[in-house]
Nanobody, 130 residues
Framework: EVQLVESGGGLVQAGGSLSLSCAGSGFFFDAYTIAWFRQAPGKEREGVSFIMCSSGRDRDATYVDSVKGRFTISGDCAKNMVYLRMNMLKPEDTAVYYC????????????????????WGQGTQVTVSS
């Protein structure tokens, strides 16, 4: 059974940091695009950061403008793990954060769309207080 499990969410003050983890099982991350999405209350789910696992290593980290310079995605692809380090958090970063996976390499123009991804985790709540 394919599973993605997120962990590491919580409550943090504005300006603080959190690290999220995504653990995959039932398949191998190699040759997959792994993404972090988030969904704030009353808003659509949006892509945040993306990475490619290839030959056991991560590459092609990509970020949406709203998190550039603050978030860092990384992978321990051989261990089926992807991480999201979030620094300088803002109240507007408050959301449920989801890990998603899709086999293959995809254009940047496509990886931002949730419809691309076959596999999803259950999400982890991140709350940033002002």
């Amino acid at each position: 059974e394919v599973q993605l499990v997120e962990s590491g969410g919580g409550l943090v003050q504005a300006g603080g940091s959190l690290s999220l983890s995504c653990a995959g099982s039932g398949f191998f991350f190699d040759a997959y695009t792994i993404a972090w999405f988030r969904q704030a209350p009353g808003k659509e789910r949006e892509g945040v950061s993306f990475i490619m696992c290839s030959s056991g290593r991560d590459r092609d980290a990509t970020y949406v403008d709203s998190v550039k310079g603050r978030f860092t995605i990384s992978g321990d692809c051989a261990k089926n793990m992807v991480y999201l380090r979030m620094n300088m958090l803002k109240p507007e970063d408050t959301a449920v954060y989801y890990c998603a996976a899709q086999q293959g390499v995809w254009p940047v123009s496509e990886i931002v769309y949730e419809g691309l991804y076959d596999y999803w985790g259950q999400g982890t709540q991140v709350t940033v207080s002002s």
